[in-house]
Structures are given as C-alpha cells and as structure tokens.
Antibody, heavy 126, light 108 residues
Framework: EVQLVESGGGLAQAGRSLRLSCAASGFTFDDFAMHWVRQAPGKGLEWVSGISWNSGFIGYADSVKGRFTISRDNARNSVHLEMDSLRADDTALYYC???????????????????WGQGTLVTVSS | SHALPQPPSVSVAPGQTARITCGADSLANLRVQWCQHKPGQAPVLVIYDDTYRPSGIPGRFSGSNSGSPATLTITGVEAGDEADYYCLVWDNTNDQWVFGGGTKLTVL
C-alpha cells in the first residue's frame, strides 16, 4: 500500500524558513516523480513544485520560484521542500503527492498524480 | 500563471447529470485532468488525459475535451459525489501545473 507521510509543518514568522519532508513507502520510490500541492485556508488547490524520478527536471509555481527548493533522496525514499523567505500567503496545508510516472510534465495516457498524503499545515505569521 | 476559470458552484438533484466546465477558451491542445476533493480528505484524481478514468473511479465520471470548454460529466449523481472539483493542465510555456479555481458540487 502506498503511504506518504508529511512532516515539518508548523508556525513560522514571515521571512523565516521551514523544511517539509515526505516519507514514502509501498512503491519503488525512484521510479516516480514527486510533487507538492498546497491549499490555503478557504482557497483552491495550487501546485507548488515537482521533481522527476532522478531530479533531472524540477519545476516550481511562479508564486514560490526563487524561494522554495524541492529535493529528493532516493536512498531514503523521501522528498523535501525547503521554504525560505516565507510570507503570510504561504499559509496552507501542504500535500506530498506521488506522480503517476517518472516525469513531472504531462505524459499522454498517464495520470500526473495518483496518491496524496494527508498533508502538513504551515502557518506563517506576519 | 493564473488559475483556469471554473464555475464556482454547480447544484444538481440526485440521479441527475452534473457538468463542470474548465477554461474560457478551447483547451483542445492540452490534456485536462480532473481532481475531486472532499472536506477533510486528500484529493483524488477522477479523470486524466481528458477522458481516462483511474482504476476505482466509477463509470459515472467522464471527461471530454473535444470542444470548448473541457467538461467533467457526472451522470446519476449521488450524495457521495458532493465535493470540490478541480481541473488541471500542464502549462508548457512556464513548465508548471495549473489548477482551475475549483467548482463546488452540491447535491440537492
């Protein structure tokens, strides 16, 4: 059974940093892309970042580009999101999401995501 | 990138058909995905690549993207289908995934 367990959320002051982690199990981790998706209170879903199976392709939403860094450790079956220069509008529930294939980009007849964690809450105070 | 436009809400009676649209212009050159998100639960992909249905998703869910706009159709709506629905596309100009603004489906 696929399991994705996020950690590292909490309260941070604006301008400070937080590091989210996602521990994955139940599948061959280094065969799949991984993503972070967030939902701010009362708002919709927003894709934050994605990393391909071998870290060869990394993408970011415009809203976090230059402030957030995604990385993965295939030896430890984990993916991380380093969040710097936090802002109040980064407050959200952050989901770790398993890709449907090896790549971040859209692939014909392949689901982009197929399993989601339960999320970790990040609150940024101004 | 801005969120793709979706109607904020759609309401249907049980057993009827719900149609949720995505985008103001044709998305025919993109591959549209659809996610269902119920309160307190993790989102679930219900349609990928315009028309494909992941295993475990009922046949009542279908997608189309041959005209304007892309549409998620739920036939024979059940109370358990009440959720927020989001479309999702890959923006290959900016190399990022973009969600729609979301549509709240209410089953009357």
């Amino acid at each position: 059974e696929v399991q994705l367990v996020e950690s590292g959320g909490g309260l941070a002051q604006a301008g400070r940093s937080l590091r989210l982690s996602c521990a994955a199990s139940g599948f061959t981790f280094d065969d799949f892309a991984m993503h972070w998706v967030r939902q701010a209170p009362g708002k919709g879903l927003e894709w934050v970042s994605g990393i391909s199976w071998n870290s060869g392709f990394i993408g970011y939403a415009d809203s976090v580009k230059g402030r957030f860094t995604i990385s993965r450790d295939n030896a430890r079956n984990s993916v991380h999101l380093e969040m710097d220069s936090l802002r109040a509008d980064d407050t959200a529930l952050y989901y770790c999401v398993k890709g449907g294939g090896a790549f971040v980009i859209v692939i014909a007849a392949e689901p982009p995501f197929d399993h989601w964690g339960q999320g970790t809450l990040v609150t940024v105070s101004s | 990138s801005h969120a793709l436009p979706q109607p904020p809400s759609v309401s249907v009676a049980p057993g009827q058909t719900a149609r949720i649209t995505c985008g103001a212009d044709s998305l025919a050159n993109l591959r549209v995905q659809w996610c269902q998100h119920k309160p307190g639960q993790a989102p679930v992909l219900v349609i990928y690549d315009d028309t494909y249905r992941p295993s475990g998703i009922p046949g009542r869910f279908s997608g189309s993207n041959s005209g304007s706009p892309a549409t998620l159709t739920i036939t024979g709506v059940e109370a358990g289908d009440e959720a927020d629905y989001y479309c999702l596309v890959w923006d290959n100009t900016n190399d990022q995934w973009v969600f729609g603004g979301g549509t709240k489906l209410t089953v009357l």
